[in-house]
């Protein structure tokens, strides 16, 4: 990224409603994420968490508010701005030709191909599976596979939707660290975890999602040690909600 051509960030979101069929899911969520720094957001289910996730990524489009990226038009570019699901999508081609493909969609340079496909599977620890057929893998392995193609291109902001949800002890911690490696490459990750460890362990900032409201947001250490709201206090607890 070059000087004439500023990072995306921060990212706004102003008056966030979401409704279907006469049914509000999101409720004038704003917020101003920082610049800097992992984000995790929490809450139980039916809270919001991956309806926020898909209206910043511009999946869905709110029934009301704005989503708004300081370099508006550079965040429309392919790979700036990625998602990784929770059972990711894979395309019916060898592992190498997941990442090479989604590469050269994103217009990365030819001579930067090989060495940028090369690193994401060493660092996804994924060398040896190259050639394998992507749909083949473990869901443990799709996962690290769906963050390489994220690390070879480069994203500022990477949202993640439960990228560890239904995967072994083992998998987790390899998913965590290209999450990690990710954010020491300058890449920004708003994720959603409904593992409250897991969240203290990756995330700078902490969102509490609550009936479809940004009920609480904070830095991570002040959000767990000081809540401020008796809702999350409850949450943090073990209180169990039920949106339905």
Not at 67 to 72: G, R
Not at 87 to 100: Q, T
Not at 137 to 146: I, N, V, W
Not at 199 to 211: I, K, N, P, S, V
Request: with cysteine.
């Amino acid at each position: 990224m070059s000087g004439s051509d500023p990072s995306i960030r921060p990212l706004t979101v102003r008056n966030i409603h979401y409704t279907v069929n006469g049914l509000q899911l999101l409720s004038n969520v704003s917020l101003e994420f920082p610049s800097d720094g992992a984000i995790t957001i929490v809450g139980a289910n039916g809270a919001g968490k991956t309806l926020l996730l898909r209206i910043c990524h511009g999946l869905l489009t709110p029934s009301q508010g704005q989503v708004h990226w300081s370099n508006p038009s550079r965040a429309l570019k392919a790979g700036v701005q990625s998602m990784v699901f929770q059972r990711p999508v894979m395309l019916r081609r060898s592992a190498k030709e997941n990442i090479l493909f989604a590469m050269r969609a994103c217009h990365v340079p030819a001579n930067e191909l090989s060495w940028r496909l090369n690193e994401a599977l060493s660092n996804a620890k994924l060398s040896e599976m190259a050639d394998r057929p992507a749909r083949k893998l473990s869901g443990g392995e799709q996962q690290r596979l769906a963050l390489a193609r994220c690390l070879a291109l480069q994203p500022e902001v990477l949202f993640l939707d439960e990228p560890t949800a239904h995967l072994d002890p083992v998998s987790i911690s390899h998913v965590e660290e290209l999450i990690l490696l990710l954010a020491d490459q300058g890449c920004q990750i708003v994720m959603v975890t409904h593992d409250l460890a897991q969240a203290r362990r990756l995330g700078d900032y902490t969102l509490f999602m609550h009936e479809g409201k940004a009920e609480e947001f904070a830095e991570t250490e002040t959000f767990f040690n000081q809540p401020k709201s008796s809702v999350l206090s409850a949450f943090l607890k073990g209180k169990t909600f039920n949106y339905d």
